[in-house]
């Protein structure tokens, strides 16, 4: 009888739990596509026309297919500025980013570091409390910086988080290979070049992938610093060309030629600006579930 019961017991059980993986799915699919479908939406506008839109802007896949958005985009010459600004950010900045980064988070993550952990408190004080953008402004104008490519550059040499980030992964790492460096007579600089950074790829190619994205997406020191529309980034070309198609909607078609879709361009910008990195994140993926999680863990 108890034996009955208890079988009895494993049955109910087993039926409940598949109850609850049904319901859990339907929930993680409800969950999925409300995710998906803004980003499908943006896709179906930025391929739509204008009276398509206003007729209904929830379009998932337009009717009128058509590629005027992207070519009013394309023939605009700011764009290519803005390609150009950025791809410059991104090859001068992410190695200036990482070569601050790498050697102030090896040096504060050695143990025989003097005043170590007072170091790490002024940093750690910077994420919270910061000088502000005026004395920056004003040591950019005393460098000769203002309206140029530099003020940006050295404006967001370091972030303080993903500084925390990697001192707290390189203190994760053995103590005896780099006491054994030093046995052979190995420098601090060998010690970080020849061991180091060859086992902290999952860091390293994390960090790289949160400069690369910030500074793709760099509009803020830009903003500030920059005048000249020859140094203007990506972000703040297709800023301008978007402003300037909301602006030419208010005159006709006959005055202005074709008529411009301001939320087809706008729709376009947006998936302009994510493609180039939504094509490299797949080849970093692989570090960066690893190194942001190693990094997180307090030193």
Same mark, same amino acid.
């Not at 404006?155 to 001192?167: K, P, Q, T």
């Given at each position: 009888?108890?034996?009955?019961?208890?079988?009895?017991?494993?049955?109910?059980?087993?039926?409940?739990?598949?109850?609850? /993986?049904?319901?859990?799915?339907?929930?993680?699919?409800?969950?999925?596509?409300?995710?998906?479908?803004?980003?499908?939406?943006?896709?179906?506008?930025?391929?739509?026309?204008?009276?398509?839109?206003?007729?209904?802007?929830?379009?998932?896949?337009?009717?009128?297919?058509?590629?005027?958005?992207?070519?009013?985009?394309?023939? /605009?010459?700011?764009?290519?500025?803005?390609?150009?600004?950025?791809?410059?950010?991104?090859?001068?900045?992410?190695?200036?980013?990482?070569?601050?980064t790498v050697t102030m988070a090896y040096g504060l993550?050695?143990?025989?570091?003097?005043?170590?952990?007072?170091?790490?408190?002024?940093?750690?004080?910077?994420?919270?409390?910061?000088?502000?953008?005026?004395?920056?402004?004003?040591?950019?104008?005393?460098?000769?910086?203002?309206?140029?490519?530099?003020?940006?550059?050295?404006?967001?040499?370091?972030?303080?988080?993903?500084?925390?980030?990697?001192?707290?992964?390189?203190?994760?790492?053995?103590?005896?290979?780099?006491?054994?460096?030093?046995?052979?007579?190995?420098?601090?600089?060998?010690?970080?070049?020849?061991?180091?950074?060859?086992?902290?790829?999952?860091?390293?190619?994390?960090?790289?992938?949160?400069?690369?994205? /910030?500074?793709?997406?760099?509009?803020?020191?830009?903003?500030?610093?920059?005048?000249?529309?020859?140094?203007?980034?990506?972000?703040?070309?297709?800023?301008?060309?978007?402003?300037?198609?909301?602006?030419?909607?208010?005159?006709?078609?006959?005055?202005?030629?074709?008529?411009?879709?301001?939320?087809?361009?706008?729709?376009?910008?947006?998936?302009?600006?994510?493609?180039?990195?939504?094509?490299?994140?797949?080849?970093?993926?692989?570090?960066?579930?690893?190194?942001?999680?190693?990094?997180?863990?307090?030193?």
């Amino acid at each position: 009888m108890e034996k009955a019961k208890t079988v009895y017991k494993k049955r109910n059980f087993t039926n409940r739990i598949e109850i609850l /993986d049904i319901i859990l799915l339907i929930f993680l699919t409800i969950w999925a596509l409300l995710i998906i479908m803004p980003f499908i939406n943006v896709i179906g506008i930025s391929f739509a026309t204008e009276y398509e839109y206003y007729n209904s802007p929830l379009i998932l896949i337009p009717k009128n297919f058509t590629f005027f958005n992207y070519e009013s985009l394309i023939m /605009d010459g700011r764009i290519w500025i803005g390609y150009r600004t950025t791809i410059i950010y991104l090859l001068v900045g992410v190695p200036i980013n990482m070569f601050l980064t790498v050697t102030m988070a090896y040096g504060l993550s050695r143990p025989n570091l003097p005043f170590r952990k007072y170091f790490v408190y002024f940093i750690v004080f910077t994420m919270m409390f910061n000088g502000g953008i005026i004395p920056l402004y004003l040591l950019m104008k005393q460098l000769k910086f203002i309206n140029t490519m530099w003020a940006v550059l050295l404006g967001a040499g370091l972030n303080s988080f993903y500084l925390i980030v990697m001192r707290n992964y390189f203190m994760q790492l053995p103590v005896s290979l780099i006491e054994s460096a030093k046995l052979n007579g190995a420098s601090e600089l060998r010690i970080l070049i020849s061991i180091v950074l060859p086992i902290s790829m999952p860091i390293i190619a994390t960090i790289i992938l949160f400069y690369s994205v /910030d500074r793709w997406n760099e509009w803020y020191y830009s903003m500030i610093f920059v005048r000249k529309k020859g140094v203007l980034p990506l972000q703040l070309a297709l800023r301008s060309i978007v402003m300037e198609s909301q602006q030419s909607e208010q005159f006709s078609a006959s005055v202005t030629g074709p008529r411009k879709f301001s939320e087809g361009m706008k729709m376009g910008a947006v998936i302009v600006t994510m493609l180039p990195i939504m094509c490299v994140f797949p080849f970093l993926q692989k570090y960066f579930v690893k190194g942001i999680l190693i990094g997180a863990i307090k030193g």
